[in-house]
């Protein structure tokens, strides 16, 4: 623990989200005269900034890095820290297991807390504040659960929970008065309206959806992308180009050899584009339409059908023949005209 002078305020770092939760955790600390600093956890797996910046029909949401917009908003540095090495480990062995879909959020919590507690013991910071509130997720704020987080990151009574610290034991900041703990909060269940009525008082009328998660982890459809991934490679494994390119595109399986990944309009087949030297590609000549690429080992026959199926997927699905250029990850390319499949031959069991 950092040891300041009696006249130094405390030092805080407070995990941000960019949801409306840290803000305001971070805030009513911040009142209390600390000094607050932020620290957001890169995984990869962040719901934010891509697909919204990429798809066309996204063009009107707001692309911004709502991490970095709340630090803006209060006024305090940001630290970013890349994890997704580190990650895979809390994905892909959770010791609490997942919720309903491949979110870990249990084992996910406590290693963004046991990060942060190796950040403040490196740096000189005296505690850790998170805007979590008991009883707002089923699986990592429950009453039961809470307490886990605190002891298996290590950060033990370190950990500050501003927004719902009336339901919980004192912690360290508490019991040393580095803040008033009358003047912290009582809020607990999935209704937002309290924090939306704080946030209101504050003057914060522009933030991110306070109901809405920011990992693609509690996605059903990605999280079965994920799990269509690893079945497929034999290996639970996976880099941060494949966690990019499971939130891109219409994902079909026509056998077990071979995934398409088929662009939905031009902003995904321009940035698909860019993934051309790793895969082989397949793009409409005659007609419009968007570009594929082939994830696996597709045999010349599967060359065929994708091809098929990515003139179905074209302007040309109902003409006699569509010329599709196919290109290997060594820019050598041919052309193959075929008949677009029809639609009742597109399987339901395809779509992944």
């Given at each position: 623990?950092?040891?300041?002078?009696?006249n130094?305020?405390?030092?805080a770092?407070?995990?941000i989200?960019?949801g409306?939760?840290?803000?305001l955790?971070?805030?009513?600390?911040?009142d209390?005269?600390?000094?607050v600093?932020?620290?957001?956890?890169?995984?990869g797996?962040?719901?934010?900034?891509?697909t919204?910046?990429?798809?066309?029909?996204d063009?009107?949401?707001?692309?911004r890095?709502?991490?970095?917009?709340?630090?803006?908003?209060?006024?305090?540095?940001l630290?970013?820290?890349?994890?997704?090495?580190?990650?895979?480990?809390?994905?892909?062995?959770?010791?609490?297991?997942y919720?309903?879909?491949?979110n870990?959020?249990?084992?996910?919590?406590?290693?963004?807390?046991?990060?942060a507690y190796e950040?403040?013991?490196a740096?000189?910071?005296d505690?850790i504040?998170?805007?979590?509130?008991?009883?707002q997720?089923?699986m990592?704020?429950?009453?039961?659960?809470?307490?886990?987080?605190a002891?298996e990151?290590?950060?033990?009574?370190?950990?500050?929970?501003p927004l719902?610290?009336?339901?919980?034991?004192?912690?360290?900041?508490?019991?040393?008065?580095?803040?008033?703990?009358?003047k912290?909060l009582?809020?607990?269940?999935?209704?937002?309206?309290?924090?939306?009525?704080l946030a209101k008082?504050?003057?914060?009328?522009?933030?991110?959806?306070?109901?809405?998660?920011c990992?693609f982890?509690?996605?059903?459809?990605?999280?079965?992308?994920?799990?269509?991934?690893?079945?497929a490679?034999?290996e639970?494994?996976?880099?941060?180009?494949?966690?990019?390119?499971?939130?891109i595109?219409?994902?079909l399986r026509?056998?077990p050899?071979?995934?398409?990944?088929?662009?939905?309009?031009?902003?995904e087949s321009?940035?698909?584009?860019g993934?051309?030297?790793?895969?082989?590609?397949?793009?409409?000549?005659?007609?419009?339409?968007?570009?594929?690429?082939?994830?696996?080992?597709?045999?010349?026959?599967?060359?065929?059908?994708?091809?098929?199926?990515?003139?179905?997927?074209?302007?040309?699905?109902d003409?006699e023949t569509?010329?599709i250029?196919?290109?290997?990850p060594?820019?050598?390319?041919?052309?193959?005209?075929?008949?677009?499949?029809?639609?009742s031959?597109?399987?339901?069991?395809?779509?992944?």
């Amino acid at each position: 623990m950092h040891e300041t002078m009696s006249n130094e305020p405390r030092k805080a770092i407070a995990l941000i989200s960019g949801g409306l939760d840290s803000m305001l955790a971070a805030r009513l600390v911040m009142d209390q005269g600390v000094h607050v600093e932020g620290i957001n956890f890169f995984t990869g797996f962040c719901v934010e900034g891509h697909t919204h910046a990429i798809r066309k029909k996204d063009r009107k949401k707001q692309k911004r890095n709502n991490a970095l917009w709340v630090a803006e908003q209060l006024g305090i540095k940001l630290h970013i820290v890349d994890v997704i090495e580190e990650y895979k480990q809390v994905l892909l062995n959770p010791v609490h297991g997942y919720g309903q879909h491949m979110n870990p959020c249990l084992d996910c919590k406590g290693f963004m807390v046991r990060k942060a507690y190796e950040w403040i013991q490196a740096n000189g910071f005296d505690f850790i504040i998170t805007g979590e509130v008991m009883g707002q997720r089923p699986m990592s704020q429950r009453r039961d659960t809470m307490p886990v987080v605190a002891r298996e990151s290590g950060a033990g009574d370190l950990l500050l929970r501003p927004l719902c610290a009336q339901h919980l034991p004192a912690t360290l900041p508490e019991r040393e008065g580095w803040v008033q703990r009358e003047k912290l909060l009582d809020f607990h269940g999935r209704s937002r309206k309290p924090q939306m009525a704080l946030a209101k008082q504050y003057g914060f009328s522009d933030y991110a959806q306070p109901a809405g998660g920011c990992c693609f982890l509690t996605d059903a459809n990605y999280s079965a992308k994920l799990v269509d991934l690893w079945k497929a490679r034999g290996e639970r494994d996976y880099t941060f180009d494949d966690i990019i390119l499971l939130k891109i595109g219409r994902h079909l399986r026509p056998s077990p050899g071979f995934k398409m990944i088929i662009a939905r309009e031009e902003g995904e087949s321009r940035f698909l584009a860019g993934y051309r030297y790793r895969y082989t590609s397949l793009d409409p000549q005659s007609h419009a339409g968007p570009l594929v690429l082939l994830d696996g080992n597709p045999a010349a026959d599967d060359l065929q059908l994708a091809a098929r199926i990515t003139a179905r997927y074209s302007q040309g699905r109902d003409a006699e023949t569509v010329d599709i250029q196919v290109t290997d990850p060594q820019g050598t390319s041919r052309t193959l005209t075929v008949s677009p499949i029809p639609a009742s031959e597109v399987l339901p069991e395809w779509h992944v």
